[in-house]
């Protein structure tokens, strides 16, 4: 699956001749378990699938066993971000990583959770939130 996407980001990495990005065609815990400890510096999860109805909350990315993934992948002082228009899927999100041990929530500003990282591009699924009327949540977290 996914298979347009994949063409569509090697065009982009190709037509902007970036070197530092590597493509995993599967599925992310899996890629998150094949990773040494520490080798990552940012982990990105913009716009996942909320699976809304509460008997698919499973099937959400972000759970105790996700967040423990990209805790031990992550350098010390490094950046897991996320991304979503689902307030639910925010607070549930939220939830998790508050709890966990290995991260801290670094937000200055009751609203910092409104403001996109800098630099960062919106995606597709941002725009259709924007057009049908969603507020895009941007939250950080920090490992220790």
Same mark, same amino acid.
């Given at each position: 699956?996914?298979? !347009?996407?994949?063409?569509?980001? *090697?065009?982009?990495?190709?037509?902007?001749?970036?070197? !530092?990005?590597? *493509?995993?065609?599967?599925?992310?815990?899996? %890629? @998150?378990?094949?990773?040494?400890?520490?080798? *990552?510096?940012?982990?990105? %999860?913009?716009?996942?699938?909320?699976?809304?109805?509460?008997?698919?909350?499973?099937?959400?990315?972000?759970?105790?066993? $996700?967040?423990?993934?990209?805790?031990?992948? @992550?350098?010390?002082?490094?950046?897991?971000?996320?991304? $979503?228009? &689902?307030?639910?899927?925010?607070?549930?999100? *939220?939830?998790?990583? @508050?709890?966990?041990?290995?991260? &801290?929530?670094?937000?200055?500003?009751?609203?910092?959770?409104?403001?996109?990282?800098?630099?960062?591009? $919106?995606?597709?699924?941002?725009?259709?939130?924007?057009?049908?009327?969603?507020?895009?949540?941007?939250?950080?977290?920090?490992?220790?």
């Amino acid at each position: 699956p996914f298979v !347009n996407g994949m063409a569509k980001a *090697l065009t982009a990495i190709d037509a902007r001749a970036l070197t !530092n990005i590597r *493509l995993h065609h599967g599925d992310a815990i899996e %890629l @998150l378990a094949w990773l040494p400890a520490s080798a *990552l510096t940012r982990v990105d %999860l913009l716009y996942p699938d909320p699976w809304p109805k509460r008997r698919h909350w499973k099937r959400r990315f972000v759970q105790d066993k $996700s967040v423990q993934a990209i805790a031990r992948v @992550l350098k010390p002082g490094g950046e897991f971000r996320f991304a $979503s228009d &689902i307030s639910d899927y925010t607070a549930w999100t *939220l939830v998790r990583l @508050l709890r966990a041990k290995d991260f &801290i929530w670094p937000a200055e500003r009751a609203d910092d959770w409104r403001r996109p990282w800098p630099g960062f591009d $919106s995606t597709r699924y941002e725009l259709k939130a924007k057009r049908e009327g969603r507020q895009t949540c941007y939250l950080t977290f920090r490992k220790r």
